[in-house]
């Protein structure tokens, strides 16, 4: 499809308040790309809500260029991976594995817990690397050594020292969520700018997200074309951002057994807040964060809503979930994971434990630096936070302990 085409049904789409900044995102991607089939236009009504967020006042110079080049980075990718399937339609008829997707929510385990289950011998995780570049798709042979790698580091290494790498790093050649991956422009910087995006946010909230589901399927099935999962292996994915949908995403994911982990969501939330604030604090005039009023419902809505949608789930589909209690994952890591392992009917793997205690070991020699000591709460309560009715009926129904004090560290 060329510009003059995508114009006119940016113009047309009911769904945009005003077309022009989606149009010019849009527009520079093809002119970067050389390519011009954008696909069905399902992605237009997130892309159009980020880029009216980009008019906002209290976004700085900064933030706006630097939020719109996400926006161009990830429609480029979506134009590179739908080439893809254009010209190598077999791909869609990737038969996919097993499927470990780890859910929950944000800060509560779920890039600790990944990373432990992609150490068994017959796992394939997805890398961060593959996920932001997945053209050309990788292959067996060159997977481990792939220029995109060198590439993808070296845009990490400018964030060393920063809050973000305290409290969630990711290497390029680490598992990362599937949330990197999505080509429907609902997965900016792994949706970490809902914060400072508001329309966007809104739209992830309230949109069903099916379609951006099944795109995502097609990326997986384009990034095990080549270098599939061994015989009898199986896939073990994760994302925290799909929890709210993760019915719509079942469905799209028959493969899939959920493992949710279960934390204290005050915690989640306070963790959440504050590393939150220090990824959007270079794109602002004024933190959005920062300036949340003390008991301001908006996070706590949120985290409500999502539990709730994993609880309906998992009383709906027993078969297809489990749940991970954080303090259990903290405390014995290689127990439950090798205890997960054997409730889901996934064939043991006898040197899982020594992988584990070795990763763990070199975790703690300074491959990752350590979290912070103290995190502002914001205001929050714990006991008000638990108290709410969605909140408190989770907790009770999946024994969810309270962290008094934080575990991790």
Not at 183 to 212: H, K, N, Y
Not at 215 to 244: C, E, M, N
Not at 257 to 275: H, N
């Amino acid at each position: 499809m060329h510009s003059v085409a995508m114009r006119r049904k940016l113009g047309n789409d009911p769904r945009m308040s005003t077309s022009r900044p989606a149009d010019g995102i849009v527009e520079e991607a093809i002119a970067k790309t050389g390519l011009s089939d954008v696909g069905d236009d399902w992605f237009l009504g997130p892309l159009s809500a980020w880029a009216n967020d980009l008019e906002q006042a209290n976004l700085s110079d900064f933030g706006r260029r630097f939020l719109r080049s996400l926006a161009v980075r990830d429609v480029s990718r979506r134009l590179g991976v739908l080439e893809t399937l254009r010209v190598h339609p077999e791909i869609v008829e990737v038969r996919l594995p097993r499927i470990v997707y780890i859910t929950g929510l944000e800060r509560s385990g779920t890039t600790l817990l990944h990373n432990l289950m992609a150490l068994h011998g017959s796992a394939r995780a997805l890398l961060r690397w593959e996920l932001m570049q997945p053209v050309p798709p990788p292959t067996t042979e060159t997977h481990a050594t792939d220029p995109r790698i060198a590439a993808a580091q070296a845009s990490l290494e400018p964030l060393r020292g920063s809050l973000l790498e305290h409290m969630h790093w990711v290497e390029a050649d680490d598992p990362e969520e599937c949330a990197w991956g999505f080509i429907d422009a609902v997965s900016m910087l792994g949706q970490a700018p809902s914060f400072c995006m508001p329309s966007w946010r809104r739209f992830l909230r309230e949109a069903d997200l099916t379609r951006a589901f099944q795109h995502y399927r097609q990326v997986v099935q384009l990034l095990t074309w080549r270098h599939p999962v061994a015989r009898d292996g199986f896939l073990v994915l994760k994302s925290p951002q799909i929890g709210g949908q993760i019915a719509a995403f079942a469905d799209v994911f028959p493969e899939a057994r959920f493992v949710v982990t279960d934390r204290d969501p005050f915690r989640a939330l306070v963790s959440v807040t504050v590393m939150g604030a220090s990824i959007v604090e270079p794109f602002c005039l004024e933190n959005p964060v920062e300036r949340r009023a003390a008991g301001d419902p908006d996070l706590v809505d949120q985290i409500a809503h999502k539990l709730a949608k994993i609880q309906a789930f998992s009383d709906a589909r027993p078969d297809r979930v489990s749940h991970v209690p954080y303090p259990d994952l903290v405390s014995r890591p290689t127990a439950r994971v090798e205890g997960l392992l054997d409730s889901i009917g996934l064939a043991p793997d006898r040197d899982l434990g020594r992988r584990i205690e070795a990763f763990l070991a070199h975790q703690r020699t300074g491959r990752r630096v350590a979290p912070p000591k103290t995190l502002d709460e914001r205001g929050y309560d714990h006991d008000e936070v638990l108290a709410e009715p969605r909140i408190a009926a989770y907790c009770k129904r999946f024994g969810v302990a309270s962290e008094r004090r934080r575990l991790t560290g």
